[in-house]
């Protein structure tokens, strides 16, 4: 017998390899799942199912589009830009014209000039209560990174923040070394206009401000903090927004923590109470106006919103359009497909349409030996 | 073989070339320079502790082939981790996120990081473990060292010295390379295999020096001393040039008594040695290269898209900068309620360059997004997922060994899927490397019913019952080798005898003596004596049981011996001048005849025989010959022709089963005749100098000649199991498969025919240096003459070639290109690679022989770089280290030999029909989840990263995010990314059965039809489509009105969640959608994570608001109550997905893929209710390609086709016989037009071989 092969078979390697190291057969375990055999399903796309599949998706899409688009156009919105208009009116008390937006910024500047005026809000549609009343703001960035970031939350729930940890609230950090409570520009710049309601018979209309914060909000502040060398005890600090009254808790000032809650873009609303009665139409709400909140400096605008309310929340067809146009584009969809499937059927797993059987794709790939010159670059 | 009972001086028995002749004056004169620069070595034998001081203090044998050792890792690991651009990149961002400028949080840039490295260096290390575990094993082996007085005792591999006298016994490796100071045989030879150094399974013989071959026990050695001077250590494996200082004289050390590391001991009972040179200092291991480290095409290209990213990612910084600078210079002034005037460096109007700057910083890390930093750790923990299914694919496993696949490399699986070309190793890989002696055609009649593994991948391709084919054994075997099973077992009906390694001629008309009924038993007779007695194989009894076993030089010698005494004739001893043979007397009693040995023509490659003169007992001087059938027949004398043509036409058969074909002929010799050639020999034998050979090869010709054919032997180089069926399918996948080989030509075409990578009909192209003329310049020119004439010679044959085959375009009869090492060695140059590579990639079937292990390496590159096609290399020895570092995939056989291939591997399997599974099936599908897991992981990483930058528009780029700083943070971590891992490791979009039933399918891989820039920008596109729809869809919905009945409106904190929730949406909608395979895993992982998004919404919003911060109890305050929210949580994925939706039916209704189909046929079950056209389509779903079975099999139809033309209908009926009976034309290629003017010389190549 030939013992060339046969001694081959067993080199010390290998003979320690099997008797030493490894006794136990390295035999793969057969499962379904080692073996990748798992039982697995997914609905092939036959041309009736992907018919089937837009369709229901339109059909679905458009009764969301239509209820929420009713729902958008059910809500009365009434939005009144009183900003530059109520500074002239009140210019136009001590008798001053305001014609620039130097004008108009020094004199919002000044203290000792008269903010208040009225405005009128003619109601044109039935408001049900509740009322939403917000002012809004554009071209204000409260979501810039050094703004948004300009606050201390440990302040807030009543730790005693270090000087190192108020750093992010600078400058409005410390007056003097002693921290500001609130700290940061947030804060420092919160919006100050205020707003008393009447309707023209003389009835005043009361505005409800509890609960116009989230309570989450709410939460995050400690209950013992109060206003400390915040703008109003310094007579020569710059003074930016409101001031804070030093004699109440903080978390009481539900307008602070709305205000507090960085807007997502430049032109935002902010929730300032509510109106609890029904407005008629005829009925015309006198609305008074403290407007000493800086707008000029940024070119922005000041608006007051009263707004009723549906269950999608307040007035907006954007989600009611996009619904009801992607449901009418899959019905268009699954009706295009129809057709196009209609006119030119091909049977499911229709052989012709292999690649082998296809002559152009063949003719494409060519015949490897007979297309070499190419390989070479 | 028991010391001196039978003390057989095998330096008699061979008149080796080389190693016995006198030293020639150059070897002399080299050994001058011992002491030299580059020569300072010393050893001292037998004395290692000398070793222990300076300046002898030598390297220890500790081999360690690790990356890493505990020290090390640390620095080393994290600055490979760091070389990665990504890497390096999110490691900046993580020190810029410690200074203000970061918009993040530093934990949550730090973190992912952190755990995207750690996950990286724990496979490192891991990998990095277990060669060391390797490392350990060899470094464990056990050697016999001296430890004085004449003991020896067994160590450890890694405490041998230099200077340690070792004793190492049969079959056992050398620790370190050795000086060979004696061996068990008296005259100090040993044989040594050397396989695993050049892959060479012949046995090479080594001789230790005159003086030193009486140290042969044990005990002399107690005092022998000795000083070895010689060079340092070098990475030449084939000289060495040294002294040994022994009992005062000094002795010049060659080459010829190194044993070096890693070959082995055999067919010697032991050998004595001094170590020269050890671990990392000895040859094998100054051979080894650090392992290439090898990424795939995808990898590759994704760095291309990675730059592209942050190209994206450069500009839209540098926009958003500028912006920023702008609007800070100009606009910020008037922000009273920024406090312009009390800024910092970072918002200052007054220096918005700077702040423009700092921001450049602060949006790089913004939008790094972008780059996908868990994109490397997901690819990592993927691959490592898919080489687990791979290690545990049952199907790839070999109970005989118990092997199961490796992947031994992990990061190149979906490089499996895209190869164009296999480079394979033919011994060991295609072959057994074992010889079966299976036909035979004896006076013109032809024995042997046995079925070559060729003949039945033929058979079972054509639908012919194998029976036809002589054997109905066949039947059951070649079910059962389809279905898989390892054993290799074989029922024998014929015989109840259990089966003898190397014999599997079944015949009932030779077997149990029944040959002497035969008519032609004298021509039997003579044949069964000349392969019991013309051969130089050893006989060894085991003294147990009294069985013989023979030690032959190579093995298809042993398979005569064997064969011979299987019928009859038993080759039973050898002594220094005779061979006594037990053969069948007179009356069928077995008597034990003396063959006296007069002379042994000894086998060389130019003469392609052998032949010996032996005396019988009756007086009678006889020339036994066997070889080649040309050379055979060009001395047939007049009288021995008698069988020619029947002979020539069963080798022609034989040859193109792939068999190993040689003929046996005989001659008498007159008393008076012999007298006079024998003094003719003696006088060359004896004649020293260069004429040697020559004088030797012209007093054999003398005598060889007038020579009576007898008939001829088949003897089949045992293909692997499955490999003709394997190369088969591999083929019709369209790969292309080359033969490098070490072996000789004739060799290799016999296998080429094997594995139908050669057929008649195929025009070869013989490229050569095999010629005359050639040969007339190298005995008389000077090397630059040599090298000239060979470089023209190769040119012209190139030239003609590619001109043959432009004209030559039909496609039935392809081209093939047979080249060999020599001629390589020239057409490797750079002026002809490219015309060679260009005749290469033309002809259906390469294969090169003679090549060195340096000449493999260099083919594989030459195709991988000249084609840019992925190379596959496959081998299973240490010579194919090189062809399997420079592949894009090496491969290695975990054979029986050596592990070299197999640790310079990136995959190892048992046998080579594994490899069709593993390209068809775990290829192709890595090919697909990877190629299709980083197109989605941009996509999800776009739709992400850019939501950020549109909002930081709306910010002025003020540096504000959307999202808290977690979400962003985690977005890759938990949201996403295990349904891309379920992508990566689960997806299927066939079923393994499938892949293999159609194995055209594997072309889009090699195509690259998933990976293609259009597809992946295509993504990109989607990516962008859909964070511009997340990001401006959720602005508008939320927008300044009331989002809810409560009248509260949204701040950043609800923006920012709500576009978050619908990012993850639309992403992990958009996987379910381009995944085609779902288990509950699927199911589990998509969904999972979106629920997982909400369950961490809830969970962190819960926490204090100091780490929450604006994720605070933002879901279930403010959003759960909204139906705004969940309205856009539904449109915005639906529409964002609508695009590949709709891209996805129209492909599939008007334009679909093959994998679509086959999907719609199984949905169908048409496969089931239509066999036939599922039959059909599976046939027809193959490759064009004249390389395999099947190419074979419709070349002979056509062929037949053909032929039925010609004469008529009728003659396809009976297929079978006809290829039986048919009288092919021995020498069809012959007919074709060749090239090579050598030809006429050295082609009647499947029927030469060594002997």
């Known amino acids: 017998m030939a013992t060339t092969a046969n001694a081959a078979t067993t080199t010390p390697g290998s003979a320690i390899a099997r008797n030493e190291v490894k006794p136990q057969s390295q035999k793969p375990i057969y499962t379904r799942f080692s073996q990748q055999e798992m039982h697995a399903c997914k609905p092939l796309m036959t041309p009736a199912r992907i018919v089937a599949v837009f369709m229901t998706v339109g059909v679905v899409f458009i009764p969301i589009g239509i209820a929420t688009l009713l729902a958008s156009t059910s809500v009365v919105e009434l939005v009144d830009h009183y900003g530059h208009a109520c500074l002239d009116n009140s210019a136009a008390q001590v008798n001053q014209s305001l014609r620039t937006r130097e004008e108009r910024i020094s004199f919002i500047k000044n203290p000792s000039n008269p903010k208040n005026c009225t405005r009128t809000i003619r109601i044109l549609k039935l408001m049900k209560q509740p009322i939403y009343m917000y002012y809004e703001i554009t071209n204000f960035h409260q979501n810039h990174h050094r703004y948004v970031k300009s606050k201390s939350e440990p302040q807030l729930q009543g730790q005693q923040a270090s000087p190192e940890q108020l750093k992010i609230c600078a400058p409005e950090d410390s007056v003097g070394g002693q921290p500001v409570i609130p700290c940061g520009l947030v804060a420092w710049s919160f919006f100050n206009d205020t707003y008393s309601l009447a309707l023209n018979n003389g009835t005043s209309v009361p505005v409800n401000k509890k609960g116009i914060a989230w309570k989450s909000d709410m939460d995050k502040v400690s209950s013992t903090v109060y206003a400390s060398n915040f703008q109003n005890n310094n007579p020569s600090a710059y003074i930016g927004g409101g001031k804070l009254p030093v004699d109440s808790p903080l978390r009481d000032n539900e307008d602070l923590w709305v205000w507090m809650r960085p ?74 497909f129809f057709f196009m499937y209609y006119s030119h059927p091909r049977p499911l797993g229709n052989t012709k349409q292999f690649s082998w059987n296809n002559e152009k794709q063949v003719k494409q790939r060519g015949f490897q030996s007979t297309q070499p010159r190419t390989i070479l670059r | 073989m028991a010391r001196g009972k039978n003390r057989l001086r095998f330096s008699k028995l061979y008149t080796w070339a080389g190693c016995l002749r006198p030293q020639s004056p150059l070897e002399r004169q080299q050994s001058m320079s011992v002491g030299g620069p580059g020569f300072s070595r010393v050893v001292f034998c037998n004395n290692s502790a000398k070793h222990l001081q300076k300046p002898y203090r030598y390297k220890s044998n500790y081999v360690s082939t690790t990356k890493y050792n505990v020290v090390t890792f640390l620095p080393k690991a994290l600055f490979e981790q760091f070389r990665r651009v990504a890497n390096m990149y999110f490691l900046l961002a993580a020190i810029l996120a410690l200074t203000p400028v970061s918009p ?79 061996s068990g045989f008296p005259d100090g030879v040993c044989y040594v295999e050397t396989m695993n150094l050049d892959g060479e399974t012949n046995l090479k013989l080594k001789k230790s020096l005159e003086r030193t071959v009486e140290l042969d026990e044990d005990h002399e050695f107690a005092t022998f001393e000795g000083k ?193 070309t296999i480079l394979s190793d033919k011994t060991g890989t295609l072959t057994c490397n074992q010889m079966e002696f299976i036909k035979c055609s004896i006076a013109g009649t032809a024995y042997g019913r046995g079925v070559t593994e060729v003949e039945r991948a033929t058979a079972r391709r054509l639908g012919k019952d194998p029976r036809v084919l002589g054997d109905a054994s066949i039947v059951e075997e070649g079910e059962r080798s389809l279905g ?84 009859g004739f038993e080759f039973l001893r050898r002594n220094q001048s005779s061979v006594i043979v037990k053969e069948p007397g007179p009356n069928r009693v077995p008597v034990e005849r003396e063959y006296n040995i007069l002379n042994l023509l000894e086998f060389n490659s130019t003469r392609k025989r052998m032949s010996v003169v032996v005396r019988d007992e009756s007086g009678q001087i006889l020339l036994m010959c066997k070889g080649a059938d040309s050379i055979i027949y060009d001395r047939l004398g007049r009288n021995g022709k008698q069988y020619w043509n029947a002979t020539k036409a069963h080798l022609a058969k034989y040859g193109d089963a792939g068999l190993r074909t040689l003929a046996l002929s005989y001659r008498k010799l007159e008393e008076s005749e012999y007298e006079q050639w024998n003094a003719t020999f003696t006088k060359a034998k004896t004649t020293i100098g260069p004429d040697r050979d020559e004088l030797l090869d012209k007093a054999s010709d003398m005598v060889e000649k007038d020579l009576i054919l007898v008939g001829a032997t088949a003897v089949e180089d045992k293909l692997q199991k499955g490999v003709p069926e394997c190369i088969d399918r591999l083929a019709q996948a369209g790969l292309k498969i080359w033969v490098l080989t070490g072996d000789k030509q004739e060799t290799a075409i016999n296998i080429g025919f094997a594995c139908s990578l050669l057929r008649q009909g195929m025009h070869q192209i013989i490229v050569g240096l095999e010629t005359p003329e050639m040969r ?140 069709e599974r593993l390209l068809i099936v775990h290829g192709h599908w890595c090919y697909k989840r990877i190629a299709l897991m980083i197109v989605y992981f941009f996509y999800k990483n776009i739709t992400f990263g850019l939501t950020l930058f549109y909002y930081e528009a709306f910010t002025t780029f003020s540096g504000q995010t959307a999202y808290n700083d977690w979400y962003t943070s985690l977005f890759n971590v938990f949201f996403t990314s295990l349904p891309v891992i379920a992508l990566g490791v689960f997806e ?27 597809r992946i920008l295509g993504w990109m596109a989607n990516g962008v489509y859909s964070s511009l729809v997340a990001f401006f869809f959720t602005t508008a919905a939320v927008e300044i009105e009331a989002y809810r009945k409560d009248g509260q409106l949204a701040g950043i904190e609800e923006l920012g969640a709500a576009m978050y929730t619908c990012v993850v949406w639309v992403v992990n909608v958009q996987v379910a959608m381009a995944l085609s395979y779902f288990t509950w895993i699927q199911h589990v ?128 009926q009976s297929t079978g016989e006809k290829q039986d009976s048919m009288p092919r034309h021995v020498d069809n290629r012959l007919e074709s037009p060749l090239i090579n003017g050598s030809l006429d010389k050295t082609p009647r190549n499947n029927f030469s071989y060594k002997v």
């Not at chain 1, 997502?264 to 005829?282: C, H, M, Q, T, V």
């Not at chain 2, 014999?503 to 077997?511: G, M, S």
């Not at chain 2, 009924?517 to 069964?528: G, T, W």
């Not at chain 2, 049981?545 to 032959?552: D, F």
């Open chain 1, 263 to 336: 807007a997502a873009l430049s032109k935002f609303r902010k929730l300032w109470g509510r109106i609890e009665r029904d407005l008629y139409p005829g009925d015309e709400l006198q609305v008074n106006i403290q407007n000493v909140y800086n707008c000029f400096s940024f070119n922005g605008q000041k608006k007051l919103v009263l707004s009723t309310t549906s269950w999608m929340g307040g007035k907006n067809n954007f989600v009611g359009t996009a619904y009801l146009t992607i449901g009418l584009l899959c019905v268009a969809l699954a009706i295009g």
């Open chain 2, 104 to 182: 993040y949080s530093a934990a949550s840039l730090i973190a992912p990081l952190v755990f995207v490295v750690g996950v990286s260096m724990c496979k490192e290390a891991l990998e990095d473990w277990r060669r060391f575990i390797q490392d350990n094993e060899i470094n464990n082996r056990k050697v016999k060292i001296h430890v004085g007085e004449g003991k020896f005792e067994k160590r450890e591999w890694k405490k041998v010295k230099v200077g340690d006298i070792v004793k190492v016994e049969k079959d056992s490796f050398f620790p370190a390379d050795l000086l060979m100071l004696s």
């Open chain 2, 228 to 420: 070895v001077r010689c060079e340092d250590p070098n990475s030449s494996l084939y000289t060495f040039i040294g002294n040994l200082e022994y009992h005062e004289e000094v002795l010049p050390v060659g080459p010829q008594q190194i044993l070096l590391r890693d070959s082995k001991l055999r067919n010697t009972p032991f050998i004595y040695g001094v170590v020269i040179f050890s671990g990392h200092e000895t040859k094998v291991m100054q051979n080894a290269t650090d392992p290439p480290s090898k990424r795939s095409r995808i990898e590759r290209k994704m760095d291309k898209i990675i730059y592209l990213l942050f190209l994206v990612l450069l500009f839209i910084s540098v926009v958003g900068s500028i912006a920023f600078a702008v609007r800070t210079k100009f606009n910020m002034p008037d922000w009273w309620y920024l406090r312009p005037r009390d800024t910092d460096m970072y918002y200052d109007p007054n220096q918005a360059f700077l702040s423009g700057l700092l921001h450049l910083i602060t949006a790089m890390i913004l939008y790094g997004y972008l780059i996908p930093i868990s994109l490397y750790v997901s690819i990592e923990v993927v691959k490592v997922l898919q080489a687990r299914f791979i290690n545990n694919d049952i199907q790839m496993y070999y109970p005989e060994t118990d092997q199961p696949a490796r992947a031994r490399t992990s990061n190149l699986n979906e490089e499996l899927g895209q190869i164009d």
């Open chain 2, 484 to 567: 898989g099973d390892g054993s290799d077992v074989e029922m024998r009906p014929m015989s109840a005898k259990p089966h003898v390694k190397g014999f599997n001629l079944k015949d009932e008309r030779l077997q149990d003596g029944h040959w002497m009924d035969q008519p032609n038993a004298e021509e039997i007779r003579m044949f069964l004596r000349i392969l019991a007695v013309c051969h130089t194989a050893i006989p060894e009894v085991d003294e147990a049981t009294g069985t013989i076993t023979y030690e032959a030089e190579s093995p298809d010698e042993a398979s005569f011996v064997v064969a011979a005494r299987e019928l």
């Open chain 2, 776 to 915: 007339a310049i190298e005995e008389n020119g000077d090397k630059n003459q040599i090298a000239k004439a060979a470089r023209e010679s190769i040119t012209l044959q190139l030239a003609t070639g590619n001109h043959q085959i432009n004209l030559d375009t039909d496609d039935d009869n392809p081209h093939a290109l047979i080249i060999d090492g020599k001629s390589l060695m020239y057409a490797l140059e750079d002026g002809l690679k490219h015309e060679l590579l260009n005749l290469a990639t033309q002809c259906a079937s390469v294969i090169c022989c003679r090549v060195s292990p340096k000449q493999k390496a260099m083919i594989t590159r030459l195709v991988k770089e000249g084609t840019g096609k992925a190379t596959l290399g496959i081998g299973d020895g240490a010579n194919d280290v090189g062809m399997i570092q420079e592949a894009d995939i090496g491969v290695g056989i975990s054979g029986v030999e050596g592990m070299q291939a197999v640790m310079a591997s990136d995959f190892s399997i048992a046998q080579f029909r594994f490899l």
């Open chain 2, 988 to 1014: 299927q979009d066939v079923s393994s059965r499938v892949c293999l039933q159609f194995p055209a399918l594997y072309q889009q891989g090699p195509r690259n039809m998933f990976f293609t820039w259009s």
């Open chain 2, 1085 to 1212: 992982f998509i969904w999972g994570s979106i629920a997982l998004w909400y369950v961490f919404l809830v969970a962190y919003g819960a926490i204090n608001p100091t780490q929450s911060t604006t994720a605070y109890k933002v879901f279930v305050e403010t959003l759960v109550d909204s139906p705004m929210y969940w309205f856009i949580t539904i449109l915005i994925p639906v529409v964002c997905v609508l695009p590949y939706a709709v891209y996805q039916a129209y492909q599939r209704m008007f334009h679909p893929m093959d994998h679509h189909l086959i999907q719609e046929i199984h949905y169908l079950q048409k496969h089931i209710t239509d066999p036939d056209m599922y039959k059909q389509e599976r046939t027809k779903a193959v490759e064009k390609t004249h390389q395999g079975v099947s190419s074979r099999v419709r070349a002979s139809l056509s062929m037949e086709l053909t032929k039925q033309r010609f004469y008529g209908d009728g003659h396809l």
